[in-house]
């Protein structure tokens, strides 16, 4: 992890009316791998803040717990003046001192940037302007997302220097919105596997159990949230990228409609092919639903920077009936006994709330999974060749294995496309009788690190893995990750589906299981 003190860095953190409306004027006019453990013992800390953690480690009083809190609770303590937004800061930076080096998971920490921005943040409360509903509520973001002042390198050596000229728009908004840029966490290489590994930033470790993945692309965010290194994370998906280290670690994500969350980059190549278009959604971590709500609330909205956004109503209609799909069975996979108890737990719980609740099996999955692989596989095969001399065999020749294995010379990308658009109204017919779906996240447990490489099994377990997280992706829709235990360090989680531009009915639902289950609190890393 390093430290950024450019002046670039602390200038990006502006208060948060001056940085939105910056932030949308400019959009309108717009070597060999290093180990984990040497990667992690580059951290630096501000002398101020390691006198702070160890002054607080001798008393036992609420600022030393920050870390522990939601961001709406931070938010709430800020506002009534429980808590300074500075103490907050200095919380989830010692937080980062104490844990990251175990697990790897922040990549660039922003001390003296978050330290500023949380000192004006202070001083408006006391002048009573403090007022944005994120007020001094730290944050990372994912090294694929532009943030002003630091790389967004994709987990490639050879972006170690891309600096963006812009924040994207989720970040820019959430800036607006009063939080307070932390830090940058870690991702696969290229974002391209679900385990968080790369040749630039190394390992991020799972906190529950060393041996399995973190999952990916999104592992640092999940991580650094299950571990209290911050409250609330900005990820993106576009094949379980949010969803998976959610599971994998123990925490809750969103992924939105696609076009709920606008996605911008300025850096190139600033436009997806087909499959990017289709499928990326950016979306927030967290370790409660309200947080995902609020971010949601906030981040969501059209941009010109993404033709694919779109103005919609956050919140839709009542369903006529209260009918839940509960999925217990899924084609071509096997759902471990204890996934399948989260789910069947879950269907009480819905059903103690006065929800109809049928066992189904939705439409067509095996069907989604093909045309996931082929969008993927009809952009990859001609991106990766070109991408070969900078990322590393491993995942060139993981990569080009999925492309060959998709079988693309079945099926004609015009027809590829239409069959995209029947699995779509077929889903949203079965959503229209089942406003909720609820089933698995991964149908398998965790895997060993690095499983998905092998040339063997690797492929097999991917796409036994995510049989229920690809129609999420490939059809555009709303999905909550939400874990239900956390036995054995593995623990196993469950995905609450809705129809395209319902995730309020997704955090609905979500909530009330929360209520049934418990909230989760932010854990020790087991080495």
């Not at 509903?133 to 490639?156: M, N, Q, R, W």
């Not at 927030?284 to 033709?307: E, N, Q, T």
């Amino acid at each position: 992890m390093i430290v950024l003190r450019l002046q670039q860095a602390a200038s990006s953190q502006q208060p948060a009316a001056a940085a939105g409306s910056q932030q949308r004027q400019q959009a309108a006019s717009s070597q060999q791998r290093q180990p984990a453990a040497a990667a992690a013992a580059s951290v630096f800390v501000r002398p101020s803040i390691q006198l702070w953690v160890q002054a607080e480690r001798g008393k036992n009083t609420s600022v030393a717990a920050l870390h522990e809190f939601t961001a709406v609770k931070l938010a709430a303590m800020i506002r009534t003046g429980e808590a300074s937004s500075r103490e907050v800061v200095q919380a989830h930076l010692a937080r980062i001192e104490e844990v990251n080096g175990r697990v790897n998971a922040v990549t660039v920490v922003l001390a003296d940037a978050a330290l500023a921005a949380a000192n004006l943040v202070d001083r408006a409360h006391q002048s009573g302007s403090a007022t944005a509903p994120l007020y001094g509520v730290p944050f990372t973001v994912k090294e694929s997302i532009d943030c002003l002042g630091t790389a967004t390198t994709h987990g490639i050596r050879g972006r170690s220097d891309a600096m963006p000229h812009l924040d994207a728009p989720v970040v820019a908004r959430m800036k607006s919105a009063g939080a307070i840029l932390l830090g940058r966490t870690n991702l696969s290489e290229m974002g391209l596997r679900l385990c968080t590994d790369n040749p630039l930033r190394g390992r991020t470790w799972n906190p529950r159990n060393r041996h399995l993945t973190a999952g990916g692309s999104s592992g640092g965010d999940a991580v650094a949230v299950a571990t209290g290194m911050v409250p609330i994370s900005l990820g993106c998906d576009m094949g379980g990228s949010l969803r998976v280290p959610a599971h994998c670690c123990g925490i809750v994500s969103l992924k939105p409609t696609t076009g709920r969350i606008p996605h911008a980059s300025s850096l190139a190549p600033e436009d997806f092919g087909m499959a990017g278009q289709a499928m990326f959604a950016p979306g927030p971590m967290a370790r409660s639903v309200a947080d995902l709500r609020v971010c949601l609330s906030l981040v969501a909205g059209r941009d010109i920077r993404d033709p694919r956004s779109a103005d919609v109503p956050l919140v839709g209609p009542a369903p006529e009936e209260r009918r839940l799909a509960l999925v217990t069975d899924i084609p071509g996979a096997s759902i471990p006994a204890d996934t399948l108890a989260a789910v069947q737990r879950a269907g009480e719980l819905l059903a103690n709330a006065g929800w109809v609740v049928d066992e189904v099996t939705p439409p067509e999955v095996l069907r989604v999974g093909e045309l996931w692989h082929k969008l993927i596989a009809t952009d990859l095969s001609i991106t990766m060749p070109m991408a070969e001399p900078v990322v590393s065999t491993a995942l060139f020749d993981h990569v080009m294995r999925l492309c060959r294995a998709a079988n693309l010379e079945d099926i004609s990308n015009n027809r590829l496309h239409q069959e995209r658009s029947r699995l779509m109204r077929e889903w949203s017919g079965f959503l229209a009788e089942y406003p909720v779906a609820i089933g698995p996240n991964l149908t398998c447990t965790p895997w060993p690190l690095d499983a998905d490489l092998n040339p063997e099994s690797g492929p097999e377990l991917i796409a036994q893995a995510t049989r229920f997280i690809l129609p999420a992706s490939v059809l555009g829709l709303p999905v909550v990750a939400f874990p239900m235990t956390f036995g054995n360090g593995a623990p196993t989680g469950i995905q609450i589906y809705a129809d395209r531009w319902r995730e309020d009915l997704c955090l609905q639902v979500a909530e009330i299981i929360e209520q049934g289950v418990g909230t989760i609190a932010p854990i020790e890393p087991t080495v």
